[in-house]
């Protein structure tokens, strides 16, 4: 009889050991899982003949992320890129022949038509989807923005006329409720929010050295 050997690189070969498919979330991940749950108003003990709650959350959370408003305002003839106000230039208006749209520029901001009265949580209980149970740092909430794609014009002149606005994958990291405003992180190949140094970035980006 010999004595039983593990061998050096066990951990390895537990690694590329693939048994079958599994519904375990192996991708990386810089946000808490329950932040992408929706907002379900249910008992949370189960009535006779009603799906329980966490299978309704699911289902929806299934539902809402095959959503994708980028397509959802197209299919109703909205540009997103004309969603945001330019600056009025007189000198190159087109000829109204040229034009298939009205001939004057956007100058609403958007904000003006915000209603929050059909929100389902208030700006405060987005960011606190950022807390996991057991720790002290608050994580990026999962969602999007519509920013400019060139980043250097986009915060020097938001307005320019050369700016492309699109619907861009963003981290939610804090509120202001003074302004009215989220402070959002673009997020990388990965779908990671990242600093410049690769670090995730916690707690609306304030580091203890500010």
Known sequence: VTRFKMPGNFKSLLDKQMVGPSTEILDESDFPVQSFNPKVQMPFKRLPGKNPR????????????????AELLASKGI?????????????????????????????????????????????????????????????????????????????????????????????????????DLYLVHKTDKKGLVRDEEGRPILNGGITPQG
């Open 79 to 179: 540009d997103s890129n004309q969603l945001m106000p330019r600056h009025y230039d007189p000198d190159n208006i087109p000829p109204i022949e040229e034009k298939k749209d009205t001939v004057f520029p956007i100058y609403l901001p958007l904000k003006v038509f915000d209603n929050d009265e059909f929100d389902c949580r208030t700006p405060e209980e987005w960011i606190s989807l950022g807390l996991e149970p057991g720790s002290s740092d608050r994580k990026p909430v999962p969602g999007k923005a519509l920013l400019p794609t060139d980043d250097v014009l986009g915060h020097e002149d938001p307005k320019s006329q050369d700016l492309i606005y699109e619907w861009i994958d963003v981290g939610v990291l804090d509120y202001d409720k003074e302004t």
């Open 54 to 69: 966490k299978v309704e959350v699911e289902r929806r959370r299934r539902l809402y992320l095959t959503f994708d408003i």
